[in-house]
């Protein structure tokens, strides 16, 4: 599929966005999940760096806009489904906003 085609070809949800699970192309670990709604998804694709619709802000919102820890975009793979995304990107820094490399650092025993 072609770049130009993803917003287009994604089945958002009913509030309008589609989750977005960030994985490092470095060592394959999960970093965060986010949602993008149209816009996040096609201004991630403009500029190259991932941006997610901010639930709990209402705007859009680029990863490390204030931190500087921003995800470079390397790749974007929709699912079978075609309602989630998988985007590998190259961390500028950890992504957690506690300063953890993951937002996946709390392990459940089970």
Known sequence: ??????ADAVRFDENGLIPAII?????GA????GYMNDEAIRQ???ERVV???????????????TSGNTLDVVSIHVDCDQDALL????ANG???????????FTEVNV
């Open 1 to 6: 599929m072609h770049e130009s085609q993803l």
């Open 23 to 27: 994985v490092s192309n470095d060592d």
């Open 30 to 33: 999960v970093l965060m999940l």
């Open 44 to 46: 991630t694709l403009r």
């Open 51 to 65: 941006t997610f619709w901010s639930r709990s802000k209402g705007r859009l919102w680029m990863k490390g806009e």
């Open 87 to 90: 985007v590998r990107v190259h």
């Open 94 to 104: 950890p992504t957690c906003h506690t300063g953890n490399r993951s937002c996946f």
